[in-house]
């Protein structure tokens, strides 16, 4: 299992950093935990099959985790047309927003487009990848996503109102080889209380904004259970 990290900027893009969006290869299959930024444009510098992308999974519905997917859907509509991506979004009104582009733009989208709410639980299991959803408190319909692929398992935050609210409790119950946490939306020193006791091997803070770098320089010097560290776009991590 490969990630990419396309976009690791918080709300709003930085010189360096593109809003969230994050690659996952398994067996020869792509899929996207949130498309912030224009991603179809790395699928194609990267050389891969769009056809490939088996499936895209929405955080929740803000702009800077969900822009993307307008010009993702609009190529595959007219131009990739034999791409067949599962794309979940927490709320379906997403799907009506781009087939609303589309007619606004004097098309249609093709019925072989296929969206998919959200379910808590398992929401989508094509026998490579394994994603199961946890309702959090962020905004209406948020989710955090458990990524699982090739024997290993990912945790993706999504936004949270509060790591000692609504972090997944997944991270007490089963071994997760990598947590994905946004630092976006409080100092992630409350997040690492929260892990003290998680059964977790390595955290990577994600979606930072830059208020937190005194603390996490202070956490850096920190002894901690799990590898720890931060994301920046370009990063590619081998589990
Ligand atoms: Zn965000
Ligand atoms: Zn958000």
Not at 144 to 162: I, N, P, Q, S, W
Request: aromatic share 10%.
């Amino acid at each position: 299992m490969r990630l990419s990290f396309i976009g690791t900027s918080h709300g709003v893009p930085e010189p360096f950093r593109r809003c969230s969006c994050t690659m996952i290869e398994a067996q020869g299959q792509y899929y996207f935990i949130d498309m912030g930024t224009q991603a179809i444009e790395d699928v194609i510098r990267r050389g891969i099959d769009v056809n490939d992308v088996k499936g895209i999974f929405i955080t929740h519905p803000h702009s800077d985790h969900c822009d993307g997917l307008v010009s993702y859907v609009g190529l595959i509509n007219w131009y990739f047309t034999k791409a067949d991506p599962t794309i979940v979004v927490p709320q379906i009104s997403i799907a009506d927003g781009i087939r609303g582009w589309q007619k606004g733009l004097g098309g249609s989208l093709r019925d072989t487009i296929r969206f998919e709410e959200t379910k808590p639980g398992v929401t989508y299991d094509d026998g490579v990848l394994k994603v199961t959803a946890y309702p959090t408190q962020h905004c209406p319909n948020s989710f955090a996503y458990l990524a699982e692929a090739d024997g290993k398992k990912v945790l993706f935050t999504g936004d949270l109102r509060h790591p000692t609210v609504d972090f997944p409790q997944v991270v007490y119950e089963e071994e997760i080889d990598l947590v994905i946490v946004e630092s976006a939306h409080f100092s992630p020193e409350h997040t690492e209380k929260v892990l003290e006791n998680a059964k977790v091997k390595r955290v990577l803070h994600n979606h930072v904004y830059s208020a937190w770098n005194e603390e996490l320089g202070r956490m850096a010097k920190h002894q901690h259970h799990y590898q720890y560290g931060l994301s920046y776009d370009g990063m590619e991590v081998v589990l």
